[in-house]
């Protein structure tokens, strides 16, 4: 509940004067001709920007999700992660100024996601902990007379100019009889608590609908997310995705409408990060703050598989299988899914990739980059080596053997590759037919006619020593 101490109202209102305070008029008006024009080419993918509004609610620690669209034009991502706080209002406000820069349990850190909401829509309301504050293009800020004319009307005629100004950042308090009752109604009918929510009066809401259709399709792809553990989509049909973590086992089952979509072997890495890494990081100006001194990087593989099968009398009729992604599968995951597919490997990959704005492009030149790219293709070997010990899957985990990506001019497949050549040269993840002991490459002999099953064969030792 809201007091006079947490309530955010004296500190909208504070900040709606100063991001309106300008000397000129024409200082309004060119950033808020920046401020479109970044709003409108962020994110031209639909579900990216679906993407980013998830994001902010798994970075505030959200554990339940809920996306709607009400009357058919209004789209409401709401959950019960933290409320805002005053630093939050600040990061919505402006950018490269947020609560995500420095933290490494944060997805983001330009800045610049929920700005990618004004592309889309003209008038955003956010609701935090029974409180609203709106982002409306049409709210008309009191003219200055210090601007050199009595009106906006008169200076408009005079400069023969549109005199506009960045709405984009410039809370406007709202009290919540300015709210549709349909939507103080959705929040109080909800079956979990409503922490914070957007309301977003779409421009378009037809291509939202289909984009959301879209990502129900795909419920994997909220497989990294740290923290949210159910997302329900209330559109013409309600869905529920709930993803389920088994820690002592490390896999993931996803959930859509309480049955199995897919199930995912997990494995998470904490890798030291070399001190020569480092001190390029520090180096680099385009390295975001959160990665300045890092010591840590987490790496997260995903592979995908099926359960035993196992009949009424108990028998296993079929055993673990382990299935390797298709080319079209094959995404980077910077905890949410980028749009990079260019690197097909037979897992989903998990890191902090350094990736331009809209997650479309990964920075081939970055050394933190390269360094992951090198890392990858040494530790897929090392997991396979572990897994082969599996019970469970043995020699299924073969089926995750990467090819090498032979792309030239291209930094980071260089250094898979490189890495990918001295793994499979020093690494023992071949199990022999005993099940006993690991081999390297140039410890294993492949005996397709079984004669070295014969006692009266020459030894195996034999074999391998000449």
Not at 141 to 168: A, C, L, M, S, V
């Amino acid at each position: 509940m809201t007091t006079q101490e947490t309530s955010l109202k004296r500190y909208i209102e504070e900040l709606s004067t100063t991001n309106t305070d300008y000397k000129f008029p024409q200082q309004a008006i060119n950033q808020a001709e920046s401020l479109k024009s970044l709003s409108s080419d962020l994110y031209t993918d639909n579900i990216r920007f679906i993407y980013e509004l998830i994001q902010n609610a798994d970075d505030a620690a959200a554990k339940h999700a809920t996306l709607a669209i009400l009357n058919n034009k209004y789209l409401i991502i709401a959950h019960d992660g933290k409320p805002f706080d005053k630093k939050d209002v600040q990061g919505l406000c402006g950018i490269n100024n947020g609560t995500k820069k420095k933290d490494l349990d944060k997805t983001g850190y330009k800045g610049l996601g929920f700005k990618a909401v004004f592309g889309k829509s003209n008038n955003v309301i956010i609701y935090s902990n029974g409180e609203y504050f709106r982002f409306n293009s049409s709210y008309r800020i009191k003219w200055n007379e210090q601007w050199g004319t009595e009106t906006q009307e008169i200076w408009e005629k005079e400069n023969d100019r549109q005199f506009i100004y960045p709405w984009q950042i410039n809370p406007i308090w709202t009290n919540e009889d300015e709210i549709p009752t349909f939507i103080i109604d959705f929040f109080r009918s909800s079956k979990i608590p409503i922490h914070v929510a957007n309301i977003i009066l779409l421009n378009n809401a037809a291509e939202i609908c289909q984009a959301i259709e879209q990502l129900k399709q795909q419920p994997h792809m909220f497989l990294f997310l740290r923290h949210i553990s159910q997302m329900a989509f209330r559109t013409e049909t309600s869905d529920i995705v709930s993803i389920e973590c088994d820690a002592n086992h490390g896999s993931k089952k996803i959930y859509y409408n309480q049955k199995i979509h897919s199930q995912w072997i997990i494995k998470r890495l904490e890798l030291e990060v070399p001190k020569l890494i480092r001190q390029k990081l520090i180096a680099d100006c385009k390295v975001p703050d959160k990665l300045r001194g890092i010591k840590k990087a987490e790496m997260l593989f995903a592979a995908k598989y099926k359960d035993s099968i196992i009949d009424e009398n108990g028998k296993i009729t079929h055993t673990s299988t382990i299935d390797r992604l298709q080319d079209k599968e094959s995404h980077l995951f910077s905890y949410l899914p980028t749009k990079i597919v260019d690197y097909t490997f037979p897992i989903l990959i998990n890191a902090n990739f350094l990736t331009n704005a809209n997650r479309e492009q990964i920075h081939t030149d970055s050394s933190w980059n390269q360094w992951l790219f090198q890392k990858i293709g040494s530790e897929i070997f090392q997991w396979i080596k572990e897994l082969v010990r599996n019970d469970q899957f043995r020699f299924e985990a073969y089926r995750l053997i990467p090819m090498k990506l032979n792309s030239t001019n291209n930094c980071l497949s260089e250094q898979f590759d490189k890495s990918f050549d001295k793994a499979v040269k020093d690494c023992d993840f071949i199990l022999d037919r005993e099940n006993k002991k690991q081999l390297r490459v140039d410890e294993v002999i492949m005996d397709l006619t079984s004669l070295s099953r014969q006692s009266s064969f020459i030894s195996t030792n034999s074999m391998r020593q000449y």
